[in-house]
């Protein structure tokens, strides 16, 4: 199952970002995939700030990873796009940032195949003139609840 949302402009990616964080709940991995500059750091401060964080949130293209918590959820914000073999993954503990449930948001996803979980959601962000196309697929049975959820909710408006 997929949607696809037009966002002419920066204030509709984060506010898909904050409809996506409200769905999430604090839990699960959405893949992000686009292009540099298609907007997916600003799609996950969206699901940040929807949460409670009134920090920055910058891409953590030279960190890989930047952790958050936000009350009693931990997020993890990767970013792969430096990465240069997928196995790097195993030398930092990536497995140990997927323990009790956390949500985890990962840019760049296709240079940690073989290593990264399955997703529940992908989110693949295109250029479109000035603004962006987002297209949300479900890959797993929560990721098509959510976005069941978030038809209805787009019905609603």
């Given at each position: 199952?997929?949607l ?12 898909l970002?904050?409809?996506l ?16 500059g ?5 799609l996950?401060?969206?699901m940040?700030?929807?949460?409670g ?14 952790p958050?918590?936000?009350?009693s959820?931990k ?14 993954l ?24 073989g ?43």
């Amino acid at each position: 199952m997929n949607l696809e949302f037009d966002l002419p402009d920066e204030a509709s990616t984060t506010d898909l970002g904050a409809a996506l964080a409200e769905l999430l709940d604090g839990h699960g991995t959405v893949f992000l995939d686009g292009e540099l500059g298609a907007g997916k750091t600003t799609l996950s401060r969206g699901m940040l700030r929807a949460m409670g964080h009134t920090g920055a949130v910058k891409s953590p293209t030279f960190t890989l990873v930047e952790p958050y918590v936000i009350g009693s959820h931990k997020i993890y914000h990767f970013d792969l796009y430096r990465l240069e073999d997928p196995e790097e993954l195993e030398y930092i503990g990536f497995d140990d940032f997927f323990e009790g449930e956390p949500l985890c948001l990962i840019e760049w996803p296709e240079k940690g195949r073989g290593y990264l979980p399955e997703c529940d959601l992908l989110v693949e962000l295109t250029l479109r003139g000035l603004g962006r196309l987002a297209r949300i697929e479900s890959k797993t049975k929560r990721g098509e609840r959510m976005l069941i959820e978030l038809i209805n909710a787009k019905k609603e408006e």
